[in-house]
């Protein structure tokens, strides 16, 4: 029901654009949050986006390079990022559900994407 897209490998200091799509339910009900798993590591969030004003929150490590953004009339939300860093390279899941940081508060989940970023 969640499909992310638009990762790929970059290099450190480049920019890429993530974005979900929802099929059959609509993304506009729900915040949508970010969150990314590097291996042997656990899931950690990222940056999350409201449902209604656009409020937006992002953890220590992206903030001031990673960007929530939404077009509900799409259906869609995107996680733009710049200064790329290796430490970056995560698979990036997009969720939709309640605001915040905790990943315990969505309930739709995407299968993921990979980005890697070389150094």
């Known amino acids: 029901q969640l499909v992310e897209s638009g990762g790929g490998l970059v290099q450190a200091g480049d920019s890429l654009r993530l974005s979900c799509t929802a099929s059959g339910r609509t993304l506009g009900d729900y915040a949508v949050g970010w969150f990314r798993q590097a291996p042997g590591k656990d899931r950690e969030f990222v940056g999350a986006?409201?449902?209604?004003?656009?409020?937006?929150q992002y953890s220590v490590s992206v903030k001031g390079r990673f960007t929530c953004s939404r077009d509900n009339a799409k259906n869609t939300a995107d996680l733009q990022m710049t200064s790329l860093k290796p430490e970056d390279t995560a698979v990036y899941y997009c969720?939709?559900?309640?605001?915040?940081?905790?990943?315990?508060?969505?309930?739709?989940w995407g299968l993921g994407t990979q980005v890697t970023v070389s150094s």
């Open positions: 969720a939709a559900g309640s605001y915040g940081d905790d990943e315990g508060s969505y309930y739709y």
């Open positions: 986006i409201s449902w209604q004003k656009g409020k937006t």
